[in-house]
């Protein structure tokens, strides 16, 4: 495994990142489509830092072994080399990982945000110019979605089909009064006020940070009175408490804010229509686990698909930046696939550092390659008048508009 870089820790205290000019950011190359990807992505980080500091600061990458690479090189898919280096730098992104079939760990992403305790899965969507999208008018929508990402499903106990489990389940149920078919099989999702607290509270920080409009609690409160009702209840209870002075609920505000954040709540499937109708009227979304997985992949759709949208898991003093898509292994080693995801998850690990220049440069820099229509395939095929280019001149052509 490389390891020692020249660089510096980031620090994490009192609630702020404490960011050195060449913070050490260790990396997760990622299987499959990963390494073409990884390449093409740290070009662009290290051109967009070099540009937006004149030189003045770097990040000193370090490699770290997860995934396949890991299990090939050190016969385990999480190290515990690798959650030690993440613990230590605290900020990492990663590319996709081959899930392990059978035995072993469930999923190593899901390990990873549960050991580090990454209780917010961040989802921005947003569109940019000139990618192919299925809506009439897809600039629209741009929301940030904020998952819970420990409780919920993730934290969720099944009891299969007649297994002993279920039955001495339903047996207890059934003298509280329940109701429960016999041969069901069972499960359970714990949500607690502390973890949806903690993730409402992050939604609300962001929104009063970017300035941003409102914050909405996305819930199945309707049929779940206690679990994703609480969620709502919860939610709206922690706005008041700590966020008194800059939220207002929409109630109150009766389509005046006067500045403030507005906290607005709505029933899952409901928001899935609001935002194919009425997208600009959302800006940061809050929701337990579940919901939030549906709610990211459609708004991902809406502009154009997962190949572009990034993501992060984020704590207290730990974060990791991930794509969202998969290894996508048919193209492994072919220079072919889009880079986007992972890039733009960079954009959100240099927000979370505070570095803004360096996100926008980014930004810039993928509008106008998108805007030049030298793309990969994946958008080159759906956009009249472009030319597919290989990931590397991708990343090059962003690079050229970095300025
Ligand atoms: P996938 O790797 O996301 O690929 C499915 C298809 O999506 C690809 O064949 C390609 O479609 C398109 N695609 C994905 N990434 C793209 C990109 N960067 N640029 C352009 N097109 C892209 O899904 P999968 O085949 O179901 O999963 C493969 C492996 O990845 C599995 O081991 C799975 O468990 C793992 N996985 C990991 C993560 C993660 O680490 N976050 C997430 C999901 C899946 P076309 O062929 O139509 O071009």
Redesign the pocket.
């Known amino acids: 495994m490389p390891t020692q870089v020249e660089g510096a820790s980031i620090d994490f205290r009192d609630g702020q990142w404490i960011v050195p000019d060449h913070p050490i950011i260790p990396f997760i190359e ?1 299987d ?2 990963g390494p073409d ?1 990884w390449r093409a992505s740290a070009k662009v980080f290290n051109a967009a830092v070099a540009t937006t500091s004149g030189g003045k600061r770097s990040v000193a990458w370090r490699e770290v072994l997860a995934g396949e690479k890991a299990f090939n090189q050190t016969g385990s898919w999480l190290p515990e080399e690798t959650l030690g280096v993440i613990r230590e730098h605290r900020i990492a992104i990663k590319g ?4 392990p079939v059978g035995g072993g760990i469930r999923s190593l ?1 899901v390990a990873l945000r549960q050991i580090l305790d990454l209780y917010a899965c961040i989802r921005p969507v947003r569109y940019f110019e000139g990618v192919p999208s299925p809506m009439k008018d897809p600039g629209k929508l741009n929301i940030i979605i904020f998952r819970e990402n420990i409780e919920d499903v993730y934290a969720g106990i099944e009891y299969k089909a007649n297994s002993a489990e279920a039955v001495a389940v339903i047996e207890f149920l059934t003298r509280y009064g329940a109701k429960i078919r016999e041969g069901s099989a069972i499960g359970v999702k714990p949500m607690s006020k502390f973890g949806s607290q903690r993730l409402v509270t992050k939604a609300i920080q962001h929104a009063i940070k970017r300035k941003l409009s409102s914050v909405t609690l996305v819930h199945k409160g309707n049929i779940m009175k206690f679990t994703e009702g609480a969620f709502r209840d919860w939610g709206y209870e922690i706005a008041k408490e700590r966020f008194g002075a800059q939220t207002v609920t929409e109630a109150d505000a009766k389509g005046k804010a006067d500045g403030k954040v507005v906290m607005k709540d709505r029933i899952a499937d409901s928001m899935f229509q609001q935002l194919l109708l009425r997208p600009d009227e959302y800006s940061v979304v809050a929701s337990p686990n579940l919901n939030g997985d549906y709610l990211s992949d459609a708004a991902a759709a809406q502009v154009g698909g ?2 572009l949208a990034p993501g992060g898991n984020v704590g207290d003093g730990y974060a990791v930046f ?10 492994a080693g072919q220079d072919k ?5 992972v890039i733009l998850s960079g954009v959100m690990m240099f927000e979370e550092m505070g570095w803004d220049e360096v996100a926008r440069a980014i930004v810039r820099g993928l509008e106008g390659a998108i805007a030049s229509k030298r793309v ?3 958008l080159a095929r759906q956009m009249p008048g472009a030319t597919e280019v290989s990931t590397t001149a991708f990343a090059d052509a962003i690079i050229e508009h970095l300025a």
């Open positions: 990622g499959g489509t990807i996709p990982l081959t899930t992403n997962l190949g991930e794509a969202t898509h998969g290894t996508a292994p048919k193209y696939i889009n880079p986007s995801s990969t395939y994946d």
